[in-house]
Nanobody, 123 residues
């Protein structure tokens, strides 16, 4: 059982950076794989990044690879998404999610979801 709360969203200019945080609570958080997803206005939710329970494995969507970095601090029950070189097309509600096994950027397997945080990138 995992509860997730995202924070750190806001308005940023194109080319800027932003750091999203996901605070997790639950008895077995450190054993879960984690992922970040986003949903642009009027579009379907899409995967962004994923990280294994230990942090040794990560995967990224092609659209963000080289610009975004996912990380976690299990002792703090936190997951992060560092976003650099932001583009207007990055505008979306960003969600963190938890899975019992590592599935990379696939949506399959993610069973716990946060409420989302809005990221808006202006031109």
């Amino acid at each position: 059982q995992v509860q997730l709360v995202e924070s750190g969203g806001g308005l940023v200019q194109a080319g800027g950076s932003l750091r999203l945080s996901c605070a997790a609570s639950g008895r077995t958080f450190s054993t879960y794989a984690m992922g970040w997803f986003r949903q642009p206005p009027g579009k379907e939710r899409e995967s962004v990044a994923a990280i294994s329970w230990s942090g040794d494995r990560t995967d990224y969507a092609d659209s963000v690879k080289g610009r975004f970095t996912i990380s976690r601090e299990n002792t703090k029950n936190m997951v992060y998404l560092e976003m650099n070189s932001l583009k207007p097309e990055d505008t979306a509600v960003y969600y963190c999610a938890a899975a019992r096994i590592y599935v990379g950027t696939s949506r399959a397997g993610y069973i716990y979801w946060g409420q989302g945080t809005q990221v808006t990138v202006s031109s």
